[in-house]
């Protein structure tokens, strides 16, 4: 049913949540796993149109995302991982259609509506805007 399976991480310890429940469904089912990560700061965001060399925030993404990747392959699933680069919901949406995903999962902080509006809201955005079935854990603790 889902071949693969965008896993959007924040590089925190909201993803300690996320992975255990996609190594199962990844495993059960015999999915591919693309592991994203969207850098946002200043010079992802201005990476391409300025020329700019890589920052520290995205080498440091980078880093995390091969390390995760190499702890799942460990497990036996297959997995590949991108650094996309802008806006988190944009992205992510982008990726999923570009690699034909079947299904994006992504952790959940349980924010109301005051809380999104002021830490944003991807999930919201993501949600509405793709055709892709959603997969949401909640974080554990804060």
């Known amino acids: 049913m889902y071949r ?4 959007a991480l924040e590089n925190s310890r909201a993803d300690e949540s996320l992975l255990p ?4 469904l990844a495993k059960r089912l015999g999915s591919r796993l ?4 969207v850098a946002d700061g200043w010079v992802a965001r201005n990476f391409e149109q300025l020329k700019l060399a890589e920052s520290e ?3 440091s993404d980078r880093g995390y ?13 297959e997995v ?7 806006d988190p919901p944009t992205e992510i949406i982008k990726t999923a259609q570009r690699e034909q995903c079947d299904l994006i999962a992504m952790t959940t902080h349980g924010h109301r509506l005051i809380g999104d509006l002021i830490f944003g809201s991807t999930i919201h955005e993501v949600r509405h805007k793709t055709t892709v079935p959603v997969l949401l854990v909640r974080a554990a603790g804060k």
């Open 65 to 77: 995302l091969e390390k995760t990747a190499a702890h799942l392959r460990a497990e036996g699933l």
């Open 21 to 24: 429940h996609v190594m199962e």
């Open 34 to 37: 693309l592991l994203v990560h």
């Open 57 to 59: 925030e995205m080498k």
């Open 80 to 86: 590949s991982a991108h650094l996309a680069l802008g």
């Open 4 to 7: 693969k399976i965008l896993v």
